[in-house]
């Protein structure tokens, strides 16, 4: 930055929420990309005229809504964003050995977005969006089917090319080709059974139970830009959680 | 307190490190209960003989350890104990209002530990062990069955009196009456199918697909001292997770 940026909070608001406020918008803007190191408590307070007490308020803030961490020693950093892959934590499969799993993508079409899709995404209902349908294996194994739902034009890079050349990682894809970084995920899961073509891809029974995961990702602004629903073998599901 | 209690590190241990295990063998030993405010960090220094920035780090390291809480304006906190009722989160049942479940003690023995069981709860297999079986109703509907294995002696106010009187939440119930406080819980979430007497504590038919939910509950000490299942329909099971 080349000036002072000084801090208006707006009525009600606190000085420190709204210097909060401004890193943010200056994180959401990419002047500090995910994993990267943001300057010194110092540097920012001078270069947003406030006392560094109010920096470090703020600097807490951000590092209680997620935006930021800090490690004790190295600095404080914009989070990293999501590598994707995370979704077969929910499942147990093969060997344990922790592989990553081979990605194979089945179907890849631009289609007019269903209701719920468009409403989840923020599109208007009939608006085009991109939607893929993949197979992960393990072991030449596969384990898990999804359908992802991704809003166009903003995902348009991905509607051209051979999907083959995509690699097994979505967000590492997303964040090259389209520039956009998966800050934060909600997956919601629950118990169905498998129709017959989805037990097909996956080599079980029509009508076996599986495990359903639902897939809202964020990027940094809180926009929703992926709806995706992952399906497995229940009897390989298993999911740990902690409370605290 | 009343006199200095002089931090000794232990060879390769930091200064704040030393004083972090200090501070929680204070709040292990119920000097400060759950729930209840810690002394201002100004008086701990003093007590332990440190530099005010010694003690903000030890501070921030318990915070981290989930030990302690600091909220804005208000102080710091001892975490407060769980107060169990927790596992119905992973269940969507009855008109969504909210209100807690119902318990009913199906059955309370004294048992010989199972392996399992045993190891769980860092005892020697085949020793007594007290074992619940429980029913949990929404609107007079049962809607989850679980097997609690508690350890003796500690849990030895519970295998006497009657269980109509315990209310329908345990671990007030474990803190009151046996001075145990549930400080964590480990839940591993699965899918199975309800064996015949299962299915007809829950009114469901036999080999109907449940959830399981495995926990494993800790004290301030991290002793595990519960090991519970969990058992309910699989189509009612919805579980929500956020990922930053």
Redesign the interface.
């Given at each position: 930055m080349d000036r002072l940026q000084l801090i208006q909070p707006e009525p009600g608001q606190s000085r420190y929420a709204a210097l909060a406020a401004a890193l943010r918008a200056r994180i959401v803007a990419g002047e500090w990309p995910p994993g990267s190191a943001i300057p010194a408590e110092q540097t920012l307070a001078a270069e947003h005229g406030v006392a560094l007490g109010t920096m470090r308020?703020a600097l807490?803030l951000l590092t209680e809504q997620?935006f930021i961490e800090r490690v004790?020693g190295r600095g404080t950093f914009v989070?990293p964003a999501?590598s994707g892959g995370?979704l077969l934590r929910f499942f147990r499969f093969g060997d344990g050995s922790g592989q990553a799993p081979a990605s194979r993508i089945l179907a890849r079409e631009t289609l007019p977005a269903p209701a719920e899709v468009a409403r989840t995404l923020g599109m208007g209902p009939g608006e085009p969006a991109l939607r893929l349908r993949r197979l992960r294996l393990l072991a030449q194994q596969p384990c898990l089917l999804e359908e992802i739902w991704l809003p166009l034009p903003l995902f348009e890079a991905l509607a051209e090319g051979d999907p083959a050349d995509w690699g097994d990682l979505l967000y590492p894809l997303f964040a090259q080709r389209c520039g956009v970084h998966v800050?934060?995920?909600?997956?919601?899961?629950?118990?169905?059974s498998l129709g017959a073509e989805q037990a097909r891809a996956l080599a079980l029974p029509p009508g076996h139970?599986c495990?359903r995961v639902q897939r809202q990702a964020f990027d940094l602004a809180g926009h929703c830009i992926e709806a995706r629903t992952t399906l497995g073998d229940?009897?390989a599901?298993?999911?740990?959680?902690?409370?605290?």
């Open positions: 308020r807490e997620g004790h989070k999501l995370s800050h934060r995920a909600v997956d919601t899961i629950g118990f169905g139970p495990a229940a009897n599901f298993h999911y740990t959680v902690s409370i605290t």
